[in-house]
Structure formats: C-alpha cells, structure tokens
C-alpha cells in the first residue's frame, strides 16, 4: 500500500515530513496521481480510481502544492480502517506516511477509538512499514487473479456473457495449489494495531 522504496544507488537525504493537513476537494486530481503513482510498484498496480472516495478521516501531506502522501481511515465506531496510506515515489523515506499516521492517531484517540486495522499484501516495504508503526498480523487470506486463460477453469458465465477474468477470495490452506494453478496470487494480510 505504501509503494516500493525508489531505485537508487544514491542515498536519500532525511527531509522533514511535509505539511499534513485535511483533504479538500480541490486536492483530487493531484491525491489520485498520488495515488496511482505510489501504488503503480505493489502488487496493488491495477487498484486505480477516478475519482476520490470519501471516508471518515482524509489527511494529506503536501509537497510544492501538490498531495505527495494520502491517508484515508473510515471510522465506523471504536475500530478504524484505513482505506489508503500511499506516498508519492519521489517523496518516499522522508516520514510521510508516519506523519500522516501519527496526527490520524492523535485524532482517533481523542475520538474513542480503540483499534485500528489495515488490509495489506506481500509488499516488503508496507509489511515493514506497519510492524515499525506498531500494526501485527493477525489474519490472512487468499486473492487469486484469474486471467482471461485461466477463468474457464474456476467460473462458467450464463446469459451469453463470456468471462474475461475474475477477481476471488481463498482460505489461507489453498496457497500451495493455487499458486501452482494462477499466476497471480496474492496473500491478503490484516494488520492491526491496538491504541491506548
């Protein structure tokens, strides 16, 4: 969710975060070119949007006027989700998503809220990410990709329709199988982190 760490031999000066404040909808197009940008490396590249969607709790850290990192939480009562944290990659390693997180956790504090949760993949540097901020693992599932070669022998379509692909869901068991029959599968984790 965070996006891969830049390619680069050369070291990455340590900057101060920038400027987080509340989302505003004039920060749309430059929050979904964040977005795509930072996700564009992570086994979530094809998670793209066209519009913003709202939630409970939209933050964002700005850099030269433009949203370079974005953290949006949906807060239905004493637990909290986060639904996007991403950093621009040419902002990554400088404290964004953390300056995001710690004023997201001022706030939901204050509010009452006890836990908080984020759904996550194999991505090495989100995995790092949320044990350095205190979020451990405690679920995980299966999503299978299936392509357009591979959906015929998983799904039958009906009323003339011809499936293309299909996105679904599997027990945790299945990995070894299922990696042995899609080639896209991916380990879905929950991270949780209890506040005080």
């Not at 760490?5 to 197009?29: I, K, L």
């Not at 499936?163 to 929950?190: D, K, P, S, Y």
Request: aromatic letters at 8%; one cysteine or more; glycine letters at 6%.
């Amino acid at each position: 969710m965070l996006g891969a760490p830049a390619r680069s031999d050369v070291p990455r000066a340590r900057v101060a975060p920038a400027q987080v404040r509340d989302y505003e909808a004039a920060d749309e197009a430059s929050w979904l070119r964040c977005r795509v940008l930072g996700f564009v490396t992570t086994s979530y590249y094809d998670d793209v949007w066209q519009a913003k969607r709202r939630t409970d709790l939209e933050l964002v850290a700005l850099g030269d006027d433009n949203v370079v990192g974005a953290l949006d939480i949906t807060v239905p009562g004493a637990e909290a989700t986060i639904d996007t944290v991403v950093v621009h990659p040419d902002h990554q390693g400088r404290g964004i998503a953390t300056a995001l997180l710690a004023e997201a956790l001022r706030r939901l504090e204050r509010c009452g809220v006890r836990k908080i949760e984020a759904w996550t993949r194999e991505d090495e540097p989100a995995l790092g990410w949320f044990a350095r901020n205190g979020f451990v693992e405690d679920y995980r599932y299966l999503h299978v990709y299936a392509s357009a070669d591979e959906v015929g022998t998983v799904l039958s379509a009906k009323y003339g329709l011809e499936a293309m692909g299909a996105f679904l869901h599997a027990r945790i068991e299945r990995e070894t199988e299922l990696r042995q029959r899609f080639e896209r599968v991916h380990v879905c984790r929950r991270m949780v982190r209890v506040l005080p």
